[in-house]
Each structure stands twice: as structure tokens, then as C-alpha cells.
């Protein structure tokens, strides 16, 4: 059974810094794109980021840019969202999504992609 399971949400300061993490059981994560989106309430989804199978290039969304990164983890079968920098605006729920192309086209799209995790909160207040 194909599984994407987010964690590592929480409560944290403004300028602080949080890990996401979007574990897969089931399938392996390397013939895969993975994005992170994000929905706060009252709001769509957005894509927040995208990491491709082939060579790891990565995209930002430009309100993250500088203060996010991404990663992968083969071994663990784990992606990763580095956020620093956190600011009031970055509170939503946090999902990892995959994207079967492994190239993040129409990364920002979320019709692009065929299994989405649970999510997970994200909180930055003071």
C-alpha cells in the first residue's frame, strides 16, 4: 500500500526553524518527485517546494525562497523540509505529495500529483 506520512510540525517561535519529514512505506521514494504544499484556513493550496528524482534540482516557491530547503534521505526513504526563518504567515497544515514524472512539471499544480500524505500543522506564533 502506497503511504506518504508527514511529521515534525509543531508549534515555533517567529524566526525560529522546523524539519518536516514525508516518510513513504509501500514504494521507494527515488524514481519520484516529491513537492510540499501548504493550506492555511480560508485559503488554497499552495506549493511551497518540489524536489526531482533525476538529479535533485529544486524549487522554491518565491514567498520561501532563501528561507526553505529540501532534501532527500535514500536511505531512510525520506524527504525533507527545512524551514527557517519561520514567520507568522508560514502557519498552515504542511502536506508532501507525489509527483510520477520525477521532473516537478507543473510542480505548483497540485492536480500533478497522484498520492498525498495526512499532513501535518505548523504553527509560528510568539
Known amino acids: 500500500q502506497v503511504q506518504l506520512v508527514e511529521s515534525g510540525g509543531g508549534l515555533v517561535q517567529p524566526g525560529g526553524s522546523q524539519r518536516l519529514s514525508c516518510a513513504a512505506s509501500?514504494?521507494?521514494?527515488?524514481?519520484?518527485?516529491i513537492g510540499w504544499f501548504r493550506q492555511a484556513p480560508g485559503k488554497e493550496r499552495e506549493g511551497v517546494s518540489c524536489?526531482?528524482?533525476?538529479?535533485?534540482?529544486?524549487y522554491f516557491a518565491d514567498s520561501v525562497k532563501g528561507r526553505f530547503t529540501i532534501s532527500r534521505d535514500k536511505a531512510k526513504n525520506t524527504v525533507y523540509l527545512q524551514m527557517n526563518s519561520l514567520k507568522p504567515e508560514d502557519t498552515a497544515v504542511y502536506y508532501c505529495?507525489?509527483?510520477?514524472?520525477?521532473?516537478?512539471?507543473?510542480?505548483?499544480?497540485?492536480?500533478?500529483?497522484?498520492?498525498w500524505g495526512q499532513g501535518t500543522q505548523v504553527t509560528v506564533s510568539s
Open positions: 524536489i526531482t528524482s533525476t538529479d535533485g534540482t529544486t
Open positions: 505529495a507525489l509527483e510520477s514524472s520525477g521532473r516537478c512539471w507543473g510542480w505548483q499544480n497540485t492536480h500533478e500529483y497522484d498520492y
Open positions: 509501500g514504494f521507494t521514494l527515488d524514481y519520484y518527485a
